[in-house]
Nanobody, 125 residues
Framework: QVQLVESGGGLVQAGGSLRLSCAAS????????MGWFRQAPGTERDFLSG????????RYADSVKGRFTVSRDNAKNLVYLQMNSLKPEDTAVYYC??????????????????WGQGIQVTVSS
């Protein structure tokens, strides 16, 4: 069982930056691919970014490529999402997720075994 807890969300003006963190429990964190997703009201949960267990593979949705950067610190059981040049349309609840089987991070939500509770990010115009 893995527990995930997001932090670092909040309110920011358009053009600003936030860094989300996701703290994971468990001793095998480095074997999990990690993903970041978001969900705005009335929409589906969308893939944003993912990173393999050793950090060697990263993936991004087109909507955030060049603005968001995913990274991880396996010694601290943390994964990060650095978000720059934020736009009002980035407003959503952001989730981190862990896939116990993977090397390569999936763009789909279904393969992820564990999810955080989500954290609100609001970008004002």
């Amino acid at each position: 069982q893995v527990q995930l807890v997001e932090s670092g969300g909040g309110l920011v003006q358009a053009g600003g930056s936030l860094r989300l963190s996701c703290a994971a429990s468990g001793r095998t964190f480095s074997s999990y691919a990690m993903g970041w997703f978001r969900q705005a009201p009335g929409t589906e949960r969308d893939f944003l970014s993912g990173i393999s267990g050793n950090g060697g593979i990263t993936r991004y949705a087109d909507s955030v490529k060049g603005r968001f950067t995913v990274s991880r610190d396996n010694a601290k059981n943390l994964v990060y999402l650095q978000m720059n040049s934020l736009k009002p349309e980035d407003t959503a609840v952001y989730y981190c997720a862990a896939d116990a089987r993977a090397g390569s991070p999936s763009r789909l939500a279904a393969p992820y075994d564990y999810w955080g509770q989500g954290i609100q990010v609001t970008v004002s115009s």
